[in-house]
């Protein structure tokens, strides 16, 4: 039996929660976000709390029983309070610059890179901190993702772009023999 599955999703009154066959449609302001099932959960809405159900014993349908359960709550609290990721730039001559929907990288190339942001992700910049803000938890962490991987952090010096509570394991240089 899932733990995870047998939790009920509770959402706020101003969260509007739709079902249109296996679709969960989740609504609030200009934020929305389907959830598709597949066909492999049940799902019920009664007020302002969502549960999910397997259809069978089947390893799979257990499977999914959690898995969809846990996507329900991410996109809730996705709309409720939004999720927030913090990247840090280490480096001489390393910025970044938010204009709009694009943002603006400069770490150490011959040219800038200007990454542009999907509709759903905000970003703001100060001093070296890129903050990103969203209210879709998987587009949040692949833009993170992606832009860490323009320049990740090597072990020498600790340059380049890192997660703000990312710890780089640092390396001791070579030594001359003497």
């Given at each position: 039996m899932s733990r995870i599955g047998k939790l009920p999703v509770e959402f706020a009154a101003d969260v509007k929660v739709s079902a249109n066959g296996n679709v969960i449609t989740f609504a609030k302001g200009k934020n929305s976000v389907d959830l598709d099932t597949k066909g492999n959960v049940a799902f019920a809405i009664e007020g302002n709390v969502l549960t999910f159900s397997t259809l069978s014993d089947s390893r799979t349908h257990r499977a999914f029983w959690g898995t969809y359960r846990a996507l329900a709550a991410n996109i809730v609290t996705g709309l409720q309070t939004g999720y927030t990721k913090k990247l840090e730039i280490n480096g001489v001559g390393y910025r970044a610059a938010?204009?709009?929907?694009?943002?603006?990288?400069?770490?150490?190339?011959?040219?800038?890179?200007?990454?542009?942001?999907?509709?759903?992700?905000?970003?703001?910049?100060?001093?070296?901190?890129?903050?990103?803000?969203?209210?879709?938890?998987?587009?949040?962490?692949?833009?993170?993702?992606?832009?860490?991987?323009?320049?990740?952090?090597?072990?020498?010096?600790?340059?380049?772009?890192?997660?703000a509570e990312e710890i780089i394991a640092r390396k001791a240089g070579k030594t001359s023999k003497k």
């Open positions: 938010a204009n709009g929907k694009v943002l603006n990288l400069q770490l150490g190339f011959s040219h800038d890179i200007n990454y542009q942001l999907p509709d759903a992700v905000d970003a703001s910049v100060e001093k070296n901190v890129i903050t990103l803000t969203s209210h879709d938890k998987q587009t949040l962490g692949q833009v993170a993702s992606e832009i860490r991987g323009f320049r990740p952090p090597e072990p020498y010096k600790g340059k380049g772009v890192k997660y």
